[in-house]
């Protein structure tokens, strides 16, 4: 149902209209796929802090756990991040259809 009134939205605009939305949208996807690059480096550097200490043997220390707290965050941002880029990617199909029609 959200799809059909998402089409109904794009549908009634012009021309003109289309194409800077179509160009929103690429921009929205590169903002994306930037954070979800970003976001695996933080991923990287949290997991990393995390497995030094298991495997020398160590005792966790609060760092330790405030890296894996955070490496959870991280993830489910990237997650999000590729639900919002799913989005505008979908919806950038869309306009590119609606152009060619």
Do not use: P
Request: glycine share 4%; aromatic share 12%; with cysteine.
């Amino acid at each position: 149902m959200k799809n059909r009134r998402k089409f109904k939205e794009i549908s009634r605009l012009r021309t003109s209209d289309l194409m800077i939305l179509k160009m929103d949208c690429i921009e929205e996807i590169a903002l994306f796929r930037s954070f979800k690059l970003g976001l695996i480096g933080f991923i990287g550097v949290f997991v990393g802090q995390v497995v030094k200490t298991i495997y020398a043997n160590q005792g966790m220390l609060l760092a330790d756990y405030i890296s894996a707290v955070f490496a959870f965050l991280c993830i489910v941002y990237y997650l999000v991040f590729n639900l919002l880029e799913a989005r505008s990617t979908s919806q950038k199909e869309l306009i590119c259809d609606l152009l060619a029609l």
